[in-house]
Structure formats: C-alpha cells, structure tokens
C-alpha cells in the first residue's frame, strides 16, 4: 500500500521544480497549502465533534447540536477518506505510467 505521506512529499518535490527558465511563476495558493488547510478544517470539525459528545454526556450541550456536530464529523471523514482514496489511486495510476 502506498503511504500518502510519500505521495505528497512526491508531489511538493516536483511541484518545487516548476520554477524555471520558461516557466511562469504560480500566483495563489499550491497544492501543498490548499490541502494543508483542509486537513486542519477537517481536524477542527473532528475536535468540535468530540467536545460536543463530551459536554452532551455530563448534561451541558443541546441534542441538537450534539447531533449536529456528530453529522458534521461524519460526513467530514467520509470525505476525507474518499479524497485518500482518489489519491492515492492516482498516485498508483502514475507508478504504473511507462517511462
């Protein structure tokens, strides 16, 4: 199985190497910074998620919220985890390519 940290270190190596002659430099934010920021999102929801289940069972949250948060979580993980999955399909997809 292929490691998914490998394949992103995979990526910044060659997406560092797009700076040169004939190459236009890239304006906004890489890859690397996009999914970065992503996965602290997903972290974050995960993290509200767990503290809302933890103050819903010592009586101190709105089951609604509760639920909420739990639905959140859920479907932040699924996506998370189907993203994995194109990813590192990709990654095997190129490893296959002939040179």
């Given amino acids: 199985m292929v490691n998914p940290i ?3 270190a995979a990526y910044a190596n060659t997406a560092a190497r797009t700076n040169g002659p004939g190459l236009a430099p890239r304006d906004g934010a ?7 920021q992503t996965a602290k999102d997903a972290i974050g ?3 509200n998620s767990e503290k809302m289940s933890a103050m819903a069972a010592v009586g101190q949250a ?3 919220d509760v639920v909420q948060a739990v639905t959140n979580a859920e479907i932040t993980l ?9 990813v590192l399909n990709a990654y095997q997809e ?3 390519m002939p040179i």
């Fill in 30 to 36: 890489s890859f690397g910074d996009v999914l970065e």
């Fill in 62 to 64: 709105d089951l609604t």
């Fill in 45 to 47: 929801t995960m993290k």
């Fill in 6 to 8: 490998n394949a992103a």
């Fill in 94 to 96: 190129i490893l296959r």
């Fill in 78 to 86: 699924q996506t998370v985890t189907t993203v994995r999955d194109k």
